[in-house]
């Protein structure tokens, strides 16, 4: 029994003493805050896509761990979207109805980054992993080229806009003193609209089910974003 409780404590205090390293080595640590620029484009199909740029900015937290590993919650607003053009008339029957279209939501995001990097003092190269999940805040689509009312086709398709997000990003960054530079690839997942209609019914209901089905079966937001932190 005196045994085990020694290796016990001695397996604590090594434990103890890691994390210990750990976060007096790392400079960077607590929390912080993170801004940055974000471009993003969808894979929704049938249409020529192009990016769109926007923004984001938050708070971060960062908890050292062992091993050169920490990770780092976050509460931020994403600002995602994407440009869609030139529909491809061979696949899509109501190509008539829309010529062009952008869409920019907004997200309360809240990421968690899951990091691995060397603590070489000066600086801290690091690579991570980071899901999020988030909800819409603000949303704003514009329709062109259409032969129906564009207000009513902005609002058939903000109601059909689907509330929650959820994916992943993968990155590098780099960590100095109390500064951190970090870009990332994202990808959402599921569909940014609800299914479309069965039955198209009026002009404006199949001019919707157009963009609709173009992101059906997890056609959504992709893209890349450079932020950058400051801890205190």
Do not use: C
Request: hydrophobic share 40%.
């Amino acid at each position: 029994m005196k045994k085990i409780i020694a290796i016990l404590a001695v397996a604590s205090a090594a434990v103890g003493m890691s994390l210990s390293a750990a976060a007096q080595g790392t400079a960077a640590k607590g929390f912080g805050i993170v801004g940055g620029f974000t471009s993003s484009s969808s894979n929704a199909k049938n249409f020529d896509k192009s990016s769109v740029s926007q923004y984001l900015f938050g708070i971060t937290y960062k908890v050292p761990l062992v091993s050169g590993f920490a990770i780092q919650p976050g509460l931020i607003y994403h600002v995602k979207g994407a440009n869609l053009e030139d529909a491809d008339k061979n696949h899509v029957s109501a190509y008539d109805f829309v010529s062009s279209f952008q869409t920019k939501t907004g997200y309360l995001e809240v990421p968690v980054q899951i990091q691995w990097g060397p603590d070489l003092l000066a600086f801290r190269p690091y690579a991570f992993a980071e899901p999020f999940v988030g909800y819409q805040v603000t949303k704003d689509e514009d329709v062109k080229g259409v032969t129906v009312s564009e207000d009513e086709l902005n609002s058939y398709l903000n109601d059909h806009k689907r509330k929650f997000e959820y994916g992943l990003g993968l990155g590098l960054g780099l960590e100095f003193s109390r500064l951190q530079i970090s870009a990332k690839y994202f990808w959402n997942f599921g569909s940014l609209y609800t299914a479309p209609d069965q039955s198209t019914g009026s002009a404006v209901n199949a001019a919707g089910s157009t963009i609709r089905n173009a992101f059906k079966d997890g056609k959504n937001f992709n893209g890349i974003d450079v932020s950058l932190a400051i801890f205190f």
